[in-house]
Protein backbone atom coordinates (compact mmCIF):
# COMPACT_ATOMS: atom_id res chain seq x y z
CA UNK A 1 0.00 0.00 0.00
CA UNK A 2 1.58 3.42 -1.15
CA UNK A 3 2.07 6.26 1.64
CA UNK A 4 -0.03 9.05 1.64
CA UNK A 5 1.16 12.89 2.03
CA UNK A 6 -0.53 16.19 2.53
CA UNK A 7 0.98 19.02 1.39
CA UNK A 8 0.11 22.77 1.89
CA UNK A 9 0.59 25.39 -0.34
CA UNK A 10 0.57 22.80 -3.06
CA UNK A 11 -0.21 25.53 -5.83
CA UNK A 12 2.92 27.19 -6.74
CA UNK A 13 6.94 27.35 -5.65
CA UNK A 14 8.18 24.81 -2.83
CA UNK A 15 5.09 23.44 -2.18
CA UNK A 16 4.06 22.18 -5.92
CA UNK A 17 7.91 20.93 -5.87
CA UNK A 18 6.90 18.42 -2.68
CA UNK A 19 3.85 17.20 -4.41
CA UNK A 20 5.47 16.81 -8.03
CA UNK A 21 8.92 14.72 -5.64
CA UNK A 22 6.49 12.92 -4.13
CA UNK A 23 4.50 11.85 -6.32
CA UNK A 24 7.67 11.14 -8.34
CA UNK A 25 8.19 8.52 -5.64
CA UNK A 26 4.99 6.71 -5.69
CA UNK A 27 3.13 8.67 -2.41
CA UNK A 28 -0.27 9.42 -3.05
CA UNK A 29 -1.43 12.90 -2.32
CA UNK A 30 -3.90 15.54 -0.83
CA UNK A 31 -3.08 18.57 -2.17
CA UNK A 32 -4.06 21.96 -0.16
CA UNK A 33 -4.13 25.38 -1.26
CA UNK A 34 -6.97 28.33 -1.96
CA UNK A 35 -6.63 28.24 -5.56
CA UNK A 36 -8.78 25.14 -6.57
CA UNK A 37 -8.23 25.33 -10.39
CA UNK A 38 -4.38 25.63 -9.78
CA UNK A 39 -4.37 22.41 -7.92
CA UNK A 40 -6.92 20.54 -10.08
CA UNK A 41 -4.44 21.57 -12.88
CA UNK A 42 -1.70 19.61 -10.58
CA UNK A 43 -3.58 16.85 -9.56
CA UNK A 44 -4.14 16.04 -13.33
CA UNK A 45 -0.73 16.79 -14.17
CA UNK A 46 0.71 14.48 -11.03
CA UNK A 47 -1.76 11.67 -12.13
CA UNK A 48 -0.98 11.79 -15.43
CA UNK A 49 2.37 11.51 -14.97
CA UNK A 50 3.09 9.14 -12.09
CA UNK A 51 -0.43 7.50 -11.67
CA UNK A 52 -0.78 7.82 -7.75
CA UNK A 53 -4.00 8.97 -6.65
CA UNK A 54 -4.11 12.95 -5.76
CA UNK A 55 -7.02 14.28 -3.83
CA UNK A 56 -7.49 17.80 -4.37
CA UNK A 57 -8.78 19.68 -1.20
CA UNK A 58 -9.01 23.76 -2.02
CA UNK A 59 -9.02 25.59 1.72
CA UNK A 60 -8.28 29.13 3.35
CA UNK A 61 -5.93 28.28 6.37
CA UNK A 62 -6.75 31.56 7.84
CA UNK A 63 -10.50 30.57 7.60
CA UNK A 64 -11.93 28.12 10.90
CA UNK A 65 -14.36 26.46 8.48
CA UNK A 66 -11.30 25.34 5.89
CA UNK A 67 -8.99 24.79 8.28
CA UNK A 68 -11.17 22.19 10.55
CA UNK A 69 -11.63 20.31 7.36
CA UNK A 70 -8.04 19.76 6.55
CA UNK A 71 -7.34 19.14 10.33
CA UNK A 72 -10.43 16.50 9.98
CA UNK A 73 -8.79 15.49 6.62
CA UNK A 74 -5.58 14.65 8.81
CA UNK A 75 -7.75 13.15 11.21
CA UNK A 76 -9.40 10.55 9.31
CA UNK A 77 -7.88 6.81 10.50
CA UNK A 78 -9.45 5.30 7.63
CA UNK A 79 -7.32 7.28 5.22
CA UNK A 80 -4.38 8.14 7.46
CA UNK A 81 -1.83 10.67 6.44
CA UNK A 82 1.71 9.20 6.30
CA UNK A 83 3.65 12.89 5.81
CA UNK A 84 2.43 15.94 6.11
CA UNK A 85 4.32 18.93 5.03
CA UNK A 86 3.28 22.66 6.48
CA UNK A 87 4.35 24.61 3.87
CA UNK A 88 1.60 27.49 3.50
CA UNK A 89 2.81 30.46 4.26
CA UNK A 90 3.25 34.40 3.24
CA UNK A 91 5.69 37.26 4.26
CA UNK A 92 5.11 40.75 4.47
CA UNK A 93 7.96 43.91 4.01
CA UNK A 94 8.11 47.27 5.61
CA UNK A 95 8.13 49.22 8.88
CA UNK A 96 5.70 47.21 11.01
CA UNK A 97 4.22 50.37 12.27
CA UNK A 98 3.45 51.50 8.71
CA UNK A 99 1.95 47.98 7.53
CA UNK A 100 -2.31 47.20 8.00
CA UNK A 101 -2.36 45.15 11.46
CA UNK A 102 -4.79 43.02 9.90
CA UNK A 103 -2.58 41.60 7.59
CA UNK A 104 -0.12 41.31 10.46
CA UNK A 105 -1.97 39.06 12.26
CA UNK A 106 -3.73 36.88 9.09
CA UNK A 107 0.70 36.29 8.57
CA UNK A 108 0.87 35.05 12.15
CA UNK A 109 -2.87 32.87 11.77
CA UNK A 110 -1.32 31.47 8.39
CA UNK A 111 2.31 31.11 9.56
CA UNK A 112 2.12 29.79 13.03
CA UNK A 113 -1.53 29.15 14.54
CA UNK A 114 -2.77 26.90 11.36
CA UNK A 115 0.87 25.43 11.41
CA UNK A 116 0.40 24.46 15.02
CA UNK A 117 -3.05 22.99 14.77
CA UNK A 118 -2.00 20.82 11.44
CA UNK A 119 0.72 19.43 13.51
CA UNK A 120 -1.23 18.71 16.37
CA UNK A 121 -4.25 17.31 14.29
CA UNK A 122 -1.34 14.69 12.23
CA UNK A 123 0.88 13.66 14.93
CA UNK A 124 -1.70 12.12 17.31
CA UNK A 125 -2.62 9.89 14.51
CA UNK A 126 1.08 8.82 13.29
CA UNK A 127 1.89 8.68 16.95
CA UNK A 128 -1.07 5.79 17.52
CA UNK A 129 0.54 4.24 14.37
CA UNK A 130 3.94 4.49 15.38
CA UNK A 131 5.02 5.78 11.93
CA UNK A 132 4.55 8.71 9.76
CA UNK A 133 6.44 12.26 9.63
CA UNK A 134 5.59 15.82 9.80
CA UNK A 135 8.11 18.98 7.34
CA UNK A 136 7.03 22.25 8.61
CA UNK A 137 8.77 24.65 6.37
CA UNK A 138 10.26 27.74 8.03
CA UNK A 139 13.08 29.62 6.77
CA UNK A 140 16.47 31.11 7.57
CA UNK A 141 14.86 34.06 8.62
CA UNK A 142 14.20 31.79 11.83
CA UNK A 143 17.78 32.48 12.95
CA UNK A 144 17.61 36.22 13.61
CA UNK A 145 15.58 39.55 14.05
CA UNK A 146 15.24 41.21 10.46
CA UNK A 147 13.93 44.49 10.32
CA UNK A 148 11.53 45.13 7.86
CA UNK A 149 10.52 41.44 8.10
CA UNK A 150 9.79 41.77 11.59
CA UNK A 151 6.58 39.54 11.61
CA UNK A 152 7.57 37.13 8.97
CA UNK A 153 10.81 36.32 10.89
CA UNK A 154 9.73 35.81 14.51
CA UNK A 155 6.53 33.74 12.91
CA UNK A 156 9.31 31.36 11.45
CA UNK A 157 11.54 31.49 14.60
CA UNK A 158 8.38 30.16 16.91
CA UNK A 159 8.00 27.71 13.79
CA UNK A 160 11.77 26.26 14.09
CA UNK A 161 11.85 26.57 17.60
CA UNK A 162 8.24 24.49 17.88
CA UNK A 163 9.40 21.87 15.49
CA UNK A 164 12.90 21.13 17.12
CA UNK A 165 11.01 20.52 20.44
CA UNK A 166 8.89 18.47 19.23
CA UNK A 167 11.62 16.44 17.13
CA UNK A 168 12.68 15.60 20.48
CA UNK A 169 9.65 14.78 22.45
CA UNK A 170 8.86 11.86 19.87
CA UNK A 171 12.32 10.39 20.29
CA UNK A 172 11.23 6.26 20.17
CA UNK A 173 7.60 6.93 18.67
CA UNK A 174 8.49 5.93 15.41
CA UNK A 175 7.72 9.33 14.04
CA UNK A 176 10.04 12.51 12.81
CA UNK A 177 9.24 16.20 12.85
CA UNK A 178 11.47 18.24 11.04
CA UNK A 179 11.91 21.96 10.37
CA UNK A 180 12.54 23.03 6.54
CA UNK A 181 14.81 26.24 6.56
CA UNK A 182 15.47 27.79 3.28
CA UNK A 183 17.02 30.89 2.23
CA UNK A 184 16.98 32.80 -0.85
CA UNK A 185 14.71 30.56 -3.21
CA UNK A 186 13.32 31.18 -6.88
CA UNK A 187 9.31 31.29 -6.50
CA UNK A 188 6.34 33.35 -6.44
CA UNK A 189 7.27 34.33 -2.80
CA UNK A 190 8.31 37.53 -3.65
CA UNK A 191 5.63 38.45 -5.62
CA UNK A 192 3.35 38.22 -3.30
CA UNK A 193 4.98 39.96 -0.80
CA UNK A 194 5.00 43.56 -3.01
CA UNK A 195 8.99 43.19 -3.37
CA UNK A 196 9.86 41.35 -6.45
CA UNK A 197 11.48 44.09 -8.08
CA UNK A 198 13.91 44.95 -5.35
CA UNK A 199 14.32 41.19 -5.51
CA UNK A 200 16.78 41.52 -8.20
CA UNK A 201 19.51 43.13 -6.13
CA UNK A 202 20.64 40.04 -4.41
CA UNK A 203 23.09 38.21 -6.22
CA UNK A 204 22.41 35.34 -8.23
CA UNK A 205 24.67 32.78 -6.18
CA UNK A 206 22.28 33.62 -2.85
CA UNK A 207 19.72 32.04 -4.84
CA UNK A 208 18.34 28.31 -5.02
CA UNK A 209 15.93 26.41 -6.63
CA UNK A 210 12.98 24.82 -4.90
CA UNK A 211 13.90 21.81 -6.50
CA UNK A 212 17.23 22.42 -4.48
CA UNK A 213 15.09 22.79 -1.06
CA UNK A 214 12.87 19.69 -1.25
CA UNK A 215 15.73 17.14 -2.25
CA UNK A 216 17.47 18.14 0.81
CA UNK A 217 13.97 18.37 3.01
CA UNK A 218 13.27 14.70 2.06
CA UNK A 219 17.14 13.53 2.31
CA UNK A 220 17.19 14.61 5.56
CA UNK A 221 13.80 13.58 6.44
CA UNK A 222 15.07 10.25 5.58
CA UNK A 223 17.98 10.76 7.61
CA UNK A 224 15.94 11.55 10.67
CA UNK A 225 17.11 15.59 11.48
CA UNK A 226 15.53 18.20 13.45
CA UNK A 227 16.61 20.51 11.00
CA UNK A 228 17.01 20.59 7.13
CA UNK A 229 19.65 23.79 5.79
CA UNK A 230 20.07 23.51 1.91
CA UNK A 231 23.59 24.54 0.38
CA UNK A 232 26.53 24.98 2.35
CA UNK A 233 26.04 28.92 1.88
CA UNK A 234 22.61 29.04 3.67
CA UNK A 235 24.85 26.40 6.14
CA UNK A 236 27.05 29.41 7.06
CA UNK A 237 24.61 32.08 6.96
CA UNK A 238 22.67 29.90 9.98
CA UNK A 239 25.44 29.40 12.03
CA UNK A 240 27.21 33.27 11.84
CA UNK A 241 23.82 33.77 12.95
CA UNK A 242 24.23 31.25 15.95
CA UNK A 243 27.58 32.85 16.94
CA UNK A 244 27.12 36.94 17.02
CA UNK A 245 24.78 38.92 18.95
CA UNK A 246 21.22 40.04 17.81
CA UNK A 247 22.57 43.37 17.89
CA UNK A 248 24.89 42.74 14.97
CA UNK A 249 22.61 40.31 13.00
CA UNK A 250 19.66 42.15 13.29
CA UNK A 251 21.71 45.32 11.79
CA UNK A 252 22.95 42.89 9.18
CA UNK A 253 19.65 41.97 8.17
CA UNK A 254 18.16 45.24 8.72
CA UNK A 255 20.67 46.72 5.82
CA UNK A 256 19.70 43.76 3.77
CA UNK A 257 16.12 44.42 3.55
CA UNK A 258 17.03 48.39 2.97
CA UNK A 259 18.49 47.32 0.13
CA UNK A 260 15.49 45.21 -1.40
CA UNK A 261 16.71 41.72 -0.13
CA UNK A 262 13.72 39.74 1.91
CA UNK A 263 14.35 35.85 3.54
CA UNK A 264 11.92 33.57 1.57
Excluded at 37 to 44: D, N, P, T, V
Aim: hydrophobic share 45%; with cysteine; aromatic share 6%.
Amino acid sequence: MSATALVTGASAGIGRVFARRLAQRGDDLVVVARDKARLEELAAELAKDYGVAVEVLAADLTAAEDLSAVEARLADSTRPIDLLVNNAGFGTFGAFHELPVEHELREVELNVVALVRLTHAALGPMVERGRGGVINVASIAAFQPVPRNATYAATKAYVLHFTEAIHDELHGTGVTAMVCCPGYTRTEFAARAGVEAASESIPNFMWDSAETVVHAALSDLEKGRAVSIPTIKNKALAGLSGTLSHRVTRRISGAMMRRGGEFL
